[in-house]
Structures are given as C-alpha cells and as structure tokens.
C-alpha cells in the first residue's frame, strides 16, 4: 500500500474518475455560463456574441437591484443569526445530558426536510385567510399583517417573514458542526480551567472560542454561499412579489431563464453569483482568522 501511495501514477489513476466528474458538472458547466453570458441566447437558435451587453443591462435592472439587495440582507441576518443562535444550541447542548439528543434531533430535523414543501407549509400558515391571521381574528385582532403581501420598508415584512422561515429551517446545521467540533475538546483542558476558578462563560469564551474558530469560519462560509444560492423557500413562498419586492438572484435568474427565456441574460446572473460567492468566501477567511492550537 505504502508503495502505491508513493507511485504517482497509480495516484493519478485513482484521481482521475473524480477530476472528470467535476470537469463535467462544474468546471465545463461554469465555462459555457461565461461564455453564454456574453451572448444573446434564447435556447432555441445559435448563441449570438454581444460582448458586455447582458452585464451593462443587469446594471440598469431594477429587479436585479432588488434582488442584489434582498441576497445581501439574507447573507448578513443568515451569517449572524446562524453564528449566534447556533453557537448557543451547541453551547447549550453540550452540557447538558438529559434530553441531549432529542432536543437535538428537533432542531436538526427541519434541515433534512424539503425546502419545497416547507416553503409551502409556510406560505399557508402565512396566509391572509389562513393560518396565523385566522388564529389573530379569533383574538380579536381586526386587521392581521399582511405577512407575504406587504410591500412598505426598505427591508419589507415578506422578507422578514422568509428569513425567520430560513433560520428555523437551517439553524441545526450550524448546531451540528459546532457541536462536532465542540466535542474534540479534550475534557481535561475544560476541567482544568475549572480548577483555576474560570466560570462556565469565561471557559466558553477564552478556550472553546478559539479552539472552534476553524469551524466558525467553515460554518459561516457555508451560510453565506446558501444564502446568496437562496431559492426554495422564497419561490415557494411568494414566487418573488409582491412587485418583486422578495426577489433574491437565484429566482431572478430562474424566472429570465426558465420563464423569458433570455439564457444569456440569466447566464450573466449567474456569473455574478459565482463571483459574489467566490469574494465573500475569500472575505470571510481573511477575517476570521484561525490558529492551530493542540486539543
């Protein structure tokens, strides 16, 4: 075995099934959305070279400007409220032994669900005859929010509501990788800082923060490229009105390529992603800086 490792060919050999899938589903793919997102395309006839007419459009897009703006909110509420609230679930979790896992399997459980039919769970539960608002009127509440329909604010109620959805739904994914990395702390060193008089808080802060801040940063990269891809739930939820008011990028691109059919423009779209993906990944590593330290 040892030998085998060290023949470069035999490495090369067995590498080379996953560099052709990832040359066919990722890499040729995100070449051929450049290439078409300087292109007039519409699918049917050959793609037509405009150079940077797509990107020059997206620029005096209003929706794409909604959308922009829409992706940025739920990247920074995902990325804090996530941190935060997840971090607490580890924390807590961590130290407790009854009802540990139970707990724990209620908070994951909505992550292995479908985004699909959550976002359509919610949306009746969000309903203006339906669900909460029945339950306000019986209250006595004579005019219930318009929780999907409310077009005020520069951040609108329908956003805030999809939000709320997102981080029920997403929160435990956070938890859970926390709460792996949690676990590798070794008990002595926590035990130890006991001994020296550290409160519980003061141990959290001062030795389990530093020592999962690798998965702070993982952690956070992954919210942040989730939130930018969002599509599920907002689509589910309110198709992106009213008056695009809850479009995000994903569903903008979705409804110029898939509804109007203008895959070019919709391609360009797509590269901005990518590359909005690519620089908060880059940012996120450069601020939340890791050490190693022997756990």
Known sequence: MDKMLRNKKSIAVFMLPAFLL????????????????LCEYKGMTAPEFIGTDNYKALASD???????????????????????????????????????????????????????????????????????????????????PLWLMDTKGYITLPMWVIAFVALWQYVGQ?????MAQISGISK???????????????SFRYI???????????AMSLNAIGSLKFFDL??????????????VLATHLYQQGFKYF????AS????????????????????????QYEM
């Open 208 to 218: 389990t923060l530093p020592l999962i801040k690798p998965m702070v940063a993982t």
């Open 174 to 178: 956070s938890m859970m990788l926390y």
């Open 62 to 144: 209003k929706t794409f400007g909604i959308a922009l703006k829409n992706s940025m909110f739920f990247l920074i509420y995902s990325c804090l409220t996530q941190l935060i609230i997840g971090l607490i679930f580890a924390a807590v979790l961590t130290n407790i032994q009854a009802g540990r896992n139970l707990f724990k399997n209620i908070i994951y459980l909505p992550c292995v669900l479908s985004s699909a039919a959550l976002g359509l769970l919610w949306m009746f539960i969000f309903s203006p005859s339906l669900g909460i608002n029945q339950l306000l009127e019986k209250l006595g509440v004579d005019e219930p």
């Open 234 to 247: 907002v689509y589910n939820m309110t198709e992106g009105g009213p008056n695009h008011k809850t479009e």
């Open 268 to 291: 360009a779209i797509g590269v901005v992603l990518l590359v909005l993906c690519l620089l908060i990944t880059l940012f996120i590593n450069k601020v939340v800086k890791t050490e």
């Open 262 to 265: 203008k895959y070019g423009y």
């Open 188 to 202: 002595s060193l926590m035990e130890a800082s006991y001994i020296d008089g550290c409160t519980k808080v003061q």
């Open 22 to 37: 990832f040359t066919l589903v990722l890499f040729i793919p995100i070449i051929q959305s450049v290439y078409y997102s």
